[in-house]
């Protein structure tokens, strides 16, 4: 079985603070998926890396696809009240037709 | 705006009392799935269709049934429902079923079992 372990699982601080958010697996994945889910709705897509060693940045925040493709990271800069929310991290399995395994997810808050 | 929108928000039914959820998307998507998300954990796939093709996971229960009448709609039916079914249920889409698509998700529909 697959999975996808996700660190912290809570995550509480000051607005300003730089946080990292990790997503580990002993699997190797053919893409990996970052979701951001407020209460009450559903997750929406904030990127999505296909290559080890792959970087990407969307304003403050930064993502890492591992070298190996098993593992992600989610940096933010200087967090904003409005990056509360449930993180999740979503890994593609190969020749699944479209099956993501989704980490348990980090709930962040970011106090004024 | 195109979306994928899940209906009821809230829903509340009797144990053992059959229940159906919907869900429909203006994407014209070829890839709809259906997850189930408990409190504070990962969503879990329980199927997802490709055009008419219907893939069921492996531990997905019988109690749980799909159904999608056309490309814009899909249907979750809990034949008899639990206490332990209680959670929100989640539509999502994508183009086509590659790992690296986008999925778009409703606002699911949380479901209560009295």
């Known amino acids: 079985t697959q999975l996808l372990e996700q660190s912290p699982q809570f995550l509480s601080i000051q607005e300003g603070e730089n946080l990292t958010v990790y997503c580990n697996s002993s699997?190797?994945?053919?893409?990996l998926q970052w979701y951001r889910q407020e209460p009450g709705e559903g997750p929406v897509l904030l990127v999505t890396?296909?290559?080890?060693?792959e970087v990407k940045k969307l304003k403050r925040l930064t993502f890492q696809f591992g070298d190996a493709r098993k593992d992600s990271s989610l940096h933010i800069t200087a967090a904003q009240p409005g990056d509360t929310g449930l993180y999740l991290c979503a890994g593609g399995i190969y020749n699944q037709g479209g099956k993501l395994i989704f980490g348990q997810g980090t709930e962040l808050s970011v106090k004024p | 705006d195109a979306m994928v929108i899940q209906n009821p928000r809230y829903q509340v039914t009797q144990f053992g009392k059959p229940v159906t959820l919907s869900c429909s998307q203006t994407?014209?998507?070829?890839?709809m799935y259906w997850y189930q998300q408990k409190s504070s954990q990962a969503p879990k796939l329980l199927f997802h269709y490709y055009d008419k093709d219907f893939n069921n996971e492996a531990d997905t229960p019988d109690n749980f049934q799909s159904r999608r009448p056309n490309t814009s709609f899909c249907f979750l039916d809990i034949r008899s429902p639990g206490l332990g079914d209680a959670a929100m249920y989640l539509c999502?889409?994508?183009?086509?079923?590659?790992?690296?698509?986008?999925?778009?998700f409703g606002d699911g529909t949380r479901l209560s079992i009295l």
């Open positions: 699997s190797v994945f053919s893409s």
């Open positions: 999502a889409t994508s183009r086509v079923p590659y790992s690296n698509q986008p999925q778009h």
């Open positions: 994407l014209n998507h070829n890839v």
């Open positions: 890396v296909v290559t080890g060693g």
